[in-house]
């Protein structure tokens, strides 16, 4: 932006001081219930950001409606609170506007997907350098308890007391399908694997699209416990590594091996399969990446969590950019006079 | 023989033909060549919402109307003294425009069985004498056209649409025109296929020599040039003007320009024409729909940009949450309206002055949006300029008001020099110390433009009501009422900085009209001709439609009798109804068309008999 310098010219340049989680935490008092997922969200992006050496005038958190959203007054960042769905909007927009800001959305199931579904394929396929999280906990919880775009089919809720007959989405499917270029599958209970997803999708270039199982405590309590709770969580979760073979299970004795295109379970312990049968995960992988988003729909399957897909492409802003540059080279800087004198004009004396 | 020049004052002319016939573009060829002769003039495209709706059909036809004079010219004529028609349809639909004695040329070729058929016109009207109280002439423009370029061996479909271009030729050797600024303008449109630019300058000569060479014409006619005010001027449209008084109000302010929109008729020309200026660093962002249209543009605001967005009724509609987040933020941002016919999808391609209340009060709860409405299309230029201008001194969101007309219309614009542009002083602020995101400029009540960026100032905005001050979200009963009328004060004391409100004509007296919008140059000429005969009637133009300026309630105490002619139901006069408590009549028309000067000549006539 051109003028945005020369007006905070008087402003004091400070150096990039060493930040702590506690600096990223604002005056208000978080008023999540107790117990919320989001409270372990809030704590790892706290806990990621001092890692970034980002200014912290330099960050701005948009979000729209809903638990999830309240997210930007717990950051001493930049803040801003939208309407209902349309953070990806006006997030694309600043995000254009001031492409040297680190701009992050905040958003849950039903923002992100029902009401501003639409705004959150676009952001996606456009690209645009901005950060998604998306707290999915299957349920609207601001509105008290009716179901959303992720909820299970039949489910029972305040809305659907003879079971949902909605079909869900598969968050990560949508984002693929449209042409998100980083997406990842974090959880609340499990925060180094959520830490990592937010320092890889903070350092990737382009929308980076982040779902994060989150659990809600008093509208749909449970409802990730097979993959986040300790009894369950080794032999239904496998977590995506680059390069790495798909293992997973306490033993570390199972693993995802292809059949055509389907992926099925199968034991290391039989001797029937090795290691060497295995997917080996490629995050540039656009067709394995289909394959492991499309599981959580599959039977007899772990969930996959981890990073699953990302690639650099051009960035929507970098070309808004690279046109307007060659526009100035060609044509030199536009004046008034030259715009309101170009073309056919004519004199009256 | 050479036929004889007659001098006229001021002519009306009408393209018409089929919506593939390229009518559009004759017109605005015919403007340019006009406008660059120094004569005043305004147009009036008028077409179906289809592409290429179904040739030779009554719905198909594309109407283009230009008055130009050697006087002032504030409409687009109420009637026209001559009548292109490419084809049956085109003759049928537009005849009834045509005064007593006009000139019809008609393009007989288009005149055959089928399309006589799909026009209902049971007998060719070009052989009844259906026609015989105008002087018609049939010209064989497509066999023609067809000769002219024969030898170029171009396919059918090419030599049919050059055929416009034999018409116009015709209309620049009736009305005395040269040809070098359409030729000029192929060479460039064309240049990739350099067989077009032949075959259209051919025929565009073809049509011109075959009124020299031919006799069938009786007279050619002469319009001097208007005796406009000096200067450098130029034709533009009010889209054009719309794009150019934004880029002007960044360019002064010294800030970048974004505007977030979605395609919609008439506004698209907006997004258009600031797409084409990156060399001034205007970001486009065509967006996904209405509402990201808007939010986009509000985020660009919040990062220190204007933030604009264009659109029209529906998409106004669909944008009024996002409008009243705007409220709550109070940030600049300029949401363009270009009026058409509605209700629902209504009437894309028509105008329709009917979107002023949805302006005005169309959002949830108090909601208060300064309203600018423009007058004529070259007057969308300053009307935008000073939307913006508003926007950024009260940092408010501010709707602009055109209409399809004046949006399509264009007319001679003396160009202004950038210096003679009020200043628009924009300052983010930067000081750390004590600073509170919503404390208020004593005067205007804006709150500081505090921009992510800025070291020290992090701090949160969002839709729910703020705590007077700091910002911070509150629910409190006191606070949410003191901040509801904290609003509204900050949008009615803008009339503190507007000029005063002008009446054209007497300060007193027995009628006053008033009108706002597109309007204007109807308005004018009514009211202009009623006082050559003497009548005690004067006209008052509101640009500023919220708030009104604050001489409005005594311009109206003068006058014994207030007539508001608007294009809706009556949604001025409620508004000064509410406010001033004054009776008006009201002279309310809803055709997707703008209102003739006789029309309201005759309403006029009326109330003073």
Known sequence: MKHVDELLKDVPKISVQKYTAKDFQSDQDVRWCPGCGDYSILAQVQRVLPELNIPKHNLVFVSGIGCSSRFPYYMDTYGFHGIHGRAAAIASGLKVARPELSVWVATGDGDGLSIGGNHFIHICRRNIDVKVILFNNQIYGLTKGQYSPTSEFGKVTKSSPYGAPDHPFNPLLVALGAEASFVARGMDRDPKLLQNIIRRAALHKGTAFMEVYQNCNVFNDGAFFTFTEKETKDDNVVVLEHGKPMIFGKEKDKGIKLEGFTPIAVSLKDGKYSVNDLIIHDEKDTMLSFILARMSNLPNLPRPVGIFYAVERQTYEQEVARQIESSITKLGEGTLDKLLNHGETWIIK | MAAKIEKLDEVTIRFAGDSGDGMQLTGSQFTNTTALLGNDLSTLPDYPAEIRAPAGTLFGVSGFQIHFGSKEISTPGDTCDVLVAMNPAALKVNLRSLRDGGIIIANR??????????????????????????????????????????????????????????????????FSRPLDSSIKWIQEKFKKTPEIVEANTRVLKAGYNYGETTEIFHARYEVKPASLAPGRYRSITGNEATAWGLIAASSKAGLDLFLGSYPITPASEILHELSRYKNFRVKTFQAEDEIAGIASAIGASYGGSIGVTTTSGPGLALKTEAMGLAVMLELPLVIVDVQRGGPSTGLPTKTEQADLLQAVHGRNSEAPIPVIAACTPAGCFEAAYEATRIALKYMTPVILLTDGYLANGAEPWLIPSPDS???????????????????????????????????????????????????????????????????????????????????????????????????????????????????????????????????????????????????????????????????????????GLPFRADEIEKKIDELLK
């Open chain 2, 109 to 174: 070729d288009g005149f055959n069985e089928k399309n006589l058929k799909l026009a209902e016109y049971e007998i060719n009207p070009l052989d009844d004498g259906s026609l015989d109280k105008f002087q018609v002439h049939a010209v064989d423009i497509t066999k023609l056209t067809t000769l002219a370029i024969q030898e170029l061996n171009l396919s059918t479909k090419i030599v049919e649409r050059s055929k416009n271009f034999f018409s116009l030729g015709m209309m620049y050797w009736m």
């Open chain 2, 421 to 591: 542009l009020k200043e628009i002083p924009v300052k983010f602020h930067t000081d750390a110390k004590d600073f509170q995101p919503y404390s208020r400029d004593e005067k205007t009540l804006a709150r500081p433009w505090a921009i992510p960026g800025t070291p020290g100032l992090e701090h949160r905005i969002g839709g729910l009501e703020k705590e007077h001050i700091t910002g911070n979200v509150s629910y409190s009963a006191e606070n949410h009422d003191f901040m509801v009328k904290l609003r509204q004060h900050k949008v009615d004391g803008i009339a503190e900085d507007l000029p005063h409100a002008t009446v054209d004509g007497d300060e007193r007296g027995d009628l006053l009209v008033v009108g706002w919008g597109g309007t204007y140059g109807a308005i004018k000429t009514a009211v202009e001709n009623k006082r050559k005969e003497g009548k005690s009637v004067s006209q008052l133009h509101i640009k500023y439609v919220n708030p009104f300026q604050k001489n409005i309630g005594e311009i109206l105490k003068n006058y014994k009798k207030i007539l508001v002619p608007e294009l809706n139901l009556g949604q001025l006069a409620l508004l000064l109804q509410a406010k001033y408590l004054v009776p008006v009549i009201k002279l309310n028309k809803v055709e």
